[in-house]
């Protein structure tokens, strides 16, 4: 924990460039290949970082410009997964999916992020951040034909997904955040083994270590089920108090234009509470002031130095304008508040 006040940062992705790949749209192909592409995405990380070092964003990070898809990418790592014989799965329990199929052992013979995370700490001096997919968000974004269990499959990303955040974290990578959207679905099985796969997904790292749980990206599986929860989201209930107790240092949640009951982030003590303080499933940019009133609502449960206002999930399908004003609003409206905290 550092003394600063009111941190800013992302939950994860940014939109891409058109040169890179299509426009406002979720798991775009790219539109080049071989080393043009590896450059193209370098060059796209450049400039997310310049519009989060414009916009006065704290812990930046590279809004996955070198990745497609926030889990399967990093599976296509890994051996002892068919990416060729797809199978259709309900995921998240409430939409239809074409998922890759684990078929052996799953195992990590090389790096999969290590040289992307090496070029965003030589990009900034600023403190940065790495998403990684959590192990039972990614047990849920595959067909498992070889495990016969979430908890045995989960408990072999976890060891895998531990490797690649040391070697992260070894490169000067200061955050390592884990995406476990699953965690909002799946209570029982987050109390019966997905905090402590989680753990162990992040031990002795020696960065700071984080969880986002949110829910979703603004997609119509994702509105139709947000209305089904009715008038007070409580999810986090359940769930809060099992990260509050485990490892981890910081849980990133959503909150802004959402049905979360604000006290629940009480349910955090001792962590840093990443607040979502910008809708993603939205193009109306928030105003500084409409940010700055979700982060003077979360004051009265977390302190400054414990509080980030960020974003509430993953940006990649607005409109590039539409994120950078986002951007900016977030820097401004923590601005405000930390001018008033003196
Ligand atoms: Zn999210």
Known sequence: MTTTKLRTTIAGSLPKPAWLAEPETLWAAWKLDGEALAEAKR??????????????????????QTRRHFVTTFI??????????KRTVRIRNRYDAAVPVVVAPVARRRPIFVDDAKFLRSQTTRAVKFTLPGPMTMVDTLHDAHYGSREKLAWAFAEILNEEARAMAAAGVDTIQFDEPAFNVYF???????VAALERAAEGLGCTTAVHICYGYGIKANIDWKKSLGSEWRQYEQTFPRLAASAIDQVSLECAHSHVPIELIG??????????????????????EEVADVIRSALRFVAPERLLPCTNCGMVPLARDVARGKLLALGKGAALVRRELG
């Open 43 to 64: 060059d796209a990380v450049r400039l997310v970082l310049r519009d989060q070092e414009q916009a006065g964003i704290d812990v930046v990070s590279d809004g996955e």
């Open 76 to 85: 296509e790592g890994l051996e002892g997964v068919d990416f060729e014989h």
């Open 188 to 194: 029982d099985e987050v109390r019966d083994w997905g």
């Open 267 to 288: 349910l955090l003590e001792g962590k840093d509470v990443l607040v979502g303080a910008i809708d993603v499933a939205s193009d109306r940019v928030e105003t500084p």
